[in-house]
């Protein structure tokens, strides 16, 4: 237990050991832990802020997709009145086409019925003056008997 | 060297250190002639041991930041154990330092703290294993060639440099000078004269305040190496009472020292721990006095 020469040698030791310390050990492991500090307080932010924007996004999302909506119920209704629109109006269409056929189909039943009728017309009045001729000879001109006929024919 | 083994030898061979220094024939760690060394001798054991666990505190730290230097991995084992062992030290450097900037503060805390932490620990090695296993090394190595080494307990070899006077008045030494230099340094010459000779009681009665002021001044470093000092002694010495139990006494002793041993381990690491944190937070402390500069 006597003070002697290890005093001063544990001091030189002491101050060796503090100064590889204080220049090789503390600054670095010190500088690490900042550095790192920093990082995880950036990355919480980080979060944070990515948090938020998602919470935006949602919200915009949610904000197109209603609007999307809307606008989709929108077309379906036009679209529906445009096919109902388009229906009736091809039924319309279809009926007045119905109607000129109609039309037309009797038009031209009456016209080859009258037609019909004057060609039996001169038929009969060919055979009448035929049969006349022969029965009268030629006592009757043409042009006198054509004027007859005409008569009857109108009076038939 | 007495064969015979005594209480009295058993106690005082586990007292006293492996020491080597110059007598009149020349360099020799001869237990017998100490006396003859005078002041430059050393304490071989306490100076290893602290060499050593000032080594593996370097290796460790050092290890534990060259294996991961970048700051985007996270810290795995021995360096969460380093990084919050600097956390602790700059935590109580912020709390007893304050503002003042001081890069050295820190790193000298975390050495002092880590340093006799390692050395306080080694008390808890029982007593007997290190120093009879360096007697035998000893003996088997240089027993032939070293005249003094009769046997394995010729060799004297203590194991917790703390229990060495020397060892802790030696880093309240460094310390002192420290606060010595950051007091003239940061207050300047004339203030720390100023502060060691004109209080309490003005400039008409300065060798007076002087004579006061130096022993305040002087008291610190050494109380500061003498606390640790009593308190590691004390404990060491508890243990190799309790030591002597197991090996002198009948059996219901030895259980009994045995359970005794047990709670004083256990306590003791409270000791080891707390002494450690003293000694860094008066460190801490003297260093921040050496940097006020109060108005009287």
Redesign the interface.
Known sequence: ???????????V???V??A???R???????S??K??EK?ISDGLEAAKKADDSLEEAKLAFDKELNQAKAEAAEILDKANARASQIVSDAASKAEAEAEKILTSASTTIENETNKAKEELRQQMSDIIIDTTQKILGDEISKEKHEEILKKAAEEL | MASELTTESYISHH?T?L?C?KTAEGWTCDPYK?DQ???????VD??FW??GL?AL??FV??K??SK?????VA?SGMQNF??MS??FV?DNVQSLFGSVKN??I???A???FV?ILLMNLMDLVPVDFLPVLAGHVAYVIAGDAVEWIKGPESLYFKVVPTT????T???A??IF?LTIYYSITVKGLKAFVAELTLHPFGKYMIPINFVLEMVNFIAKPISLGLRLFGNLYAGEMIFILIALMLFFSSIPIGVLGFGLHLVWALFHILIVALQAFIFMALTIAYLAMAHETEEH
Do not use: K
Request: net charge negative; with cysteine.
């Open positions: 237990m006597n003070i002697n020469a290890t005093l001063i040698a544990q001091a030791v002491m101050i050991f503090v590889i310390c204080w090789y050990i503390y600054p670095p492991i010190l690490v832990m550095e790192r990082r | 007292l250190n020491t220094g100490v060394m005078g002041f430059w001798a050393f304490h306490s100076l602290s060499i000032g505190f370097v730290f050092r534990a930041i991961n230097s970048d700051a985007s810290p380093v990084e600097i956390e700059e890069t050295l820190a790193p000298l975390l050495t002092v340093w060495d006077p020397n060892i008045l030696g880093m030494f460094g000078i």
